[in-house]
């Protein structure tokens, strides 16, 4: 009798079957499955004039002046974060270092918030450099963040708006920030807040802020204030969020209600943080800035210049430049585009005065 043994081929499909549907679930882990990061890349630089309006006084000269944003993608992929590995000025990014503990709709919240302080600085420091009346009405100080171990953790919240310290109304971020920095590790303070319209009160004892020695309340501040002024200046930047926007709103504000044609229809990009009297601050992400106003073809970039000082390196060690960083990516795409360094809006104005005089 002969023994007739059975196929393999059956088992043979069937292991390449569920090779395939492995490969395939694999692919899609790679390709598909979102990541916990994001990465940073160059974004956009946009023309202010559909975004900033005063009152009576169209801009319609030749060029522009952009503000510059960073882009982010994500979550991303495994197979993103790959190729990241091999794209100039792009970076990877934890969410946690992103969005901290927020979620992706406290996080634009936040952005709206620091958008509006910054146009809001942006309108003060314009008209104070022109010598136009403009009035500032200081309503506190925004709560941006809370941290994990702040002894006002769980009593504040994301988009309130801390009023007095200890009885005491405070006219700038900054003097509130002065105070705070005055007291004991320790020692108490009562925050008068408001929170959807009505006001709260929460006491504490000031913990001792993360790699430093001053005592703070562990939450992250911008100002809320309104501003009123005569020609009316309104900003409304659509979806663009954050404050790097501040200097280039203030350029734009400055040169429509003195009527001058400073940029003599060129494109003009720049980025930086402002305060009400004009000082020019540092920002994160202007190597992808420099890119994208590079890509639009800009011929000034202006850059915040606030050199690595002891004391700002003993805060933090990894602090570089602006001004240097951006001076070293235009070296990397060979463009040429002039980086300028500011300090202030009046660096700025004088700058633009001087180049518009050259090319009159």
């Given at each position: 009798?002969?023994?007739i043994?059975?196929?393999n081929?059956?088992?043979?499909?069937?292991r390449?079957?569920i090779?395939l549907?492995?490969?395939?679930?694999?692919?899609?882990?790679f390709?598909l499955i979102?990541t916990?990061?994001?990465?940073?890349?160059?974004?956009s630089a946009?023309?202010?004039?559909?975004?900033v309006?005063?009152?009576?006084?169209?801009d319609?000269?030749?060029?522009?002046y952009?503000?510059t944003?960073?882009?982010?993608?994500g979550p991303?992929?495994?197979?993103?974060l790959l190729?990241?590995?091999?794209?100039?000025?792009?970076?990877i990014?934890s969410k946690q270092?992103?969005m901290?503990?927020?979620s992706s709709?406290?996080?634009?919240?936040?952005?709206?918030?620091?958008m509006?302080?910054a146009?809001n600085?942006?309108v003060?420091?314009?008209?104070?450099?022109?010598?136009?009346p403009?009035?500032t009405?200081h309503?506190g100080?925004y709560?941006?963040s809370?941290l994990?171990q702040s002894?006002?953790?769980?009593k504040?919240a994301l988009g309130d708006?801390i009023?007095e310290l200890?009885?005491q109304?405070?006219?700038t971020?900054?003097a509130?920030?002065?105070a705070i920095?005055?007291?004991?590790?320790?020692?108490?303070l009562?925050?008068?807040?408001q929170h959807k319209?009505?006001t709260k009160?929460?006491?504490?004892?000031?913990?001792?802020?993360p790699?430093?020695?001053r005592?703070?309340?562990?939450?992250?501040?911008?100002?809320?204030?309104a501003?009123?002024?005569e020609?009316?200046v309104?900003?409304?930047?659509?979806n663009?969020?954050?404050?790097?926007?501040g200097?280039?709103?203030?350029l734009q504000i400055?040169?429509q209600?003195?009527?001058?044609?400073?940029?003599?229809?060129a494109v003009?990009?720049?980025?930086?943080?402002?305060?009400?009297?004009?000082?020019?601050?540092q920002?994160?992400?202007?190597d992808?800035?420099?890119?994208?106003?590079?890509a639009k073809?800009?011929?000034l970039?202006f850059?915040?210049?606030?050199?690595a000082?002891k004391?700002l390196?003993h805060?933090?060690?990894?602090?570089?430049?602006?001004?240097a960083e951006?001076?070293e990516?235009?070296k990397q795409?060979k463009?040429?585009?002039?980086?300028?360094?500011?300090?202030t809006l009046?660096?700025?104005i004088?700058?633009?005065?001087?180049?518009a005089?050259s090319?009159s």
């Amino acid at each position: 009798m002969t023994l007739i043994k059975p196929s393999n081929q059956k088992h043979r499909r069937w292991r390449w079957l569920i090779g395939l549907l492995i490969a395939v679930v694999l692919l899609a882990v790679f390709f598909l499955i979102p990541t916990n990061y994001y990465l940073e890349v160059p974004g956009s630089a946009e023309s202010l004039k559909p975004y900033v309006k005063v009152s009576g006084n169209k801009d319609d000269a030749k060029g522009a002046y952009m503000l510059t944003t960073v882009g982010v993608v994500g979550p991303a992929s495994p197979a993103l974060l790959l190729l990241s590995k091999v794209q100039a000025h792009t970076d990877i990014v934890s969410k946690q270092d992103l969005m901290g503990n927020d979620s992706s709709a406290e996080y634009d919240q936040l952005q709206a918030y620091y958008m509006k302080s910054a146009a809001n600085n942006a309108v003060a420091a314009a008209f104070k450099a022109a010598k136009m009346p403009v009035k500032t009405e200081h309503l506190g100080i925004y709560v941006m963040s809370v941290l994990p171990q702040s002894p006002f953790k769980g009593k504040l919240a994301l988009g309130d708006t801390i009023t007095e310290l200890n009885g005491q109304h405070y006219t700038t971020a900054d003097a509130y920030v002065n105070a705070i920095k005055s007291k004991k590790v320790g020692s108490s303070l009562t925050l008068t807040y408001q929170h959807k319209g009505k006001t709260k009160q929460a006491t504490g004892k000031l913990m001792r802020l993360p790699q430093t020695k001053r005592a703070g309340i562990g939450i992250t501040l911008t100002e809320n204030t309104a501003v009123t002024s005569e020609p009316k200046v309104t900003i409304d930047a659509g979806n663009i969020g954050g404050p790097s926007a501040g200097t280039m709103f203030a350029l734009q504000i400055y040169t429509q209600i003195t009527h001058q044609n400073l940029r003599r229809g060129a494109v003009i990009a720049g980025t930086g943080t402002i305060d009400s009297d004009g000082n020019v601050g540092q920002i994160g992400g202007i190597d992808k800035k420099v890119v994208a106003a590079d890509a639009k073809g800009a011929k000034l970039f202006f850059a915040p210049n606030q050199p690595a000082t002891k004391k700002l390196k003993h805060y933090d060690p990894n602090y570089v430049n602006n001004y240097a960083e951006a001076v070293e990516t235009a070296k990397q795409i060979k463009t040429k585009m002039k980086i300028v360094p500011v300090k202030t809006l009046q660096d700025v104005i004088r700058y633009m005065e001087t180049y518009a005089k050259s090319v009159s």
